[in-house]
């Protein structure tokens, strides 16, 4: 799996737990982080879940704010 894959599930999970009446528990959510860092030994978990909790942007960045 590449970082375009990380980022795209990411933004599923985010979008789910953003709408959803059952958001991903924050075991679900390690359990799929294990699952990538399985199929990439570069894969950042922290950087990953910093990303679905909205701390940073997808590639470790300042989160970008909305224009006003």
Known sequence: ??????????DM?????KF????FTKTQINELAGFCKR???NF???RW???IDGKCGPSGGAVKKAAA
């Open 44 to 46: 950042d978990w922290d």
């Open 39 to 41: 199929h990439n030994p």
């Open 13 to 17: 999970i985010r979008a789910h737990n």
């Open 20 to 23: 959803a009446s059952d958001p």
């Open 1 to 10: 799996m590449s970082k375009k894959h990380f980022i795209a599930l990411a």
């Open 49 to 51: 879940l910093d990303y």
